[in-house]
């Protein structure tokens, strides 16, 4: 019989894995008008998430460590693919590269900090949990900027529907990985928030996908996509 724990870590590992816009990549070998940044950011999300599941920081959340962990793997995957099929785009390996070390550099400093400046278990937690929301709720609440401009211009092109439902779908998965087993309240609240946020955009979505666009003179945004992390 299939155990709770079990349970978490199927639903994390689908949860981490979503991510339709990397075999976009992969079949038309163009980035097309994609950003590598949603993906240099899941990584950031992946290293914290791992961190705050290890039992220096958080006793019984070593499965948020091994699915962060292999969501890490996914995202340098992901960044890999996209750096080879980022064409002509100037300049844009050297700044994913320079990001990338500013991460770590980030992600060590936010190490030291939680191993040598605090004592307290719980402050530990409690530390590394509120940043890990920070970057959490940040990434589902990225596509809402785009709902102004879907009102306005009456066309959801700026906003596609798979975009905000596979972050619905990825941030109502980590909301019962949380519930299940033992309670996570920074990986629910983060997650809890996140899929509200996406349940919004689908709303819009639903309202304008039939409207008469609007010409707003301006060329199509690049595509943000939050790929699946914690």
């Not at 290890?54 to 948020?64: G, M, Q």
């Not at 002509?88 to 190490?111: D, M, T």
């Not at 033992?182 to 409207?211: E, F, H, P, W």
């Amino acid at each position: 019989m299939v155990d709770a724990k079990q349970v978490r870590f199927i639903i994390g590992i689908i949860g981490t894995i979503i991510s339709p816009t990397f075999w976009r990549i992969y079949k038309k070998k163009s980035v097309e008008e994609f950003q590598p940044w949603p993906y240099v950011a899941a990584m950031m999300n992946c290293m914290l998430w791992v961190f705050y599941g290890l039992p220096v920081v958080h006793k019984d959340s070593i499965l948020v460590t091994t699915i962060n962990g292999v969501g890490m793997v996914f995202e340098a995957l992901y960044i890999s693919v996209f750096l080879i099929y980022c064409g002509g785009k100037k300049n844009i390996r050297r700044k994913v590269g320079l990001y990338l070390v500013a991460e770590v550099i980030s992600v060590a400093a936010i190490v030291l900090i939680t191993l040598f400046a605090i004592q307290n278990s719980f402050a530990k937690q409690t530390f590394v949990g509120v940043i890990c929301d920070i970057f959490n709720i940040g990434m589902y609440a990225a596509p809402s900027l785009a709902i102004k401009k879907v009102i306005r211009t009456r066309s959801v092109e700026y906003m596609p529907f798979w975009l905000s439902f596979i972050g619905f779908i990825n941030a109502a998965i980590w909301t019962a990985y949380s519930l299940i087993y033992k309670l996570d309240l920074y990986v629910l609240i983060s997650n809890g928030l996140g899929t509200t946020l996406c349940a919004s955009q689908l709303i819009v979505y639903l309202m304008y996908r039939n409207a008469t666009p609007k010409d707003d003179g301006k060329t199509k945004p690049s595509e943000i996509e939050i790929p699946g992390t914690v």
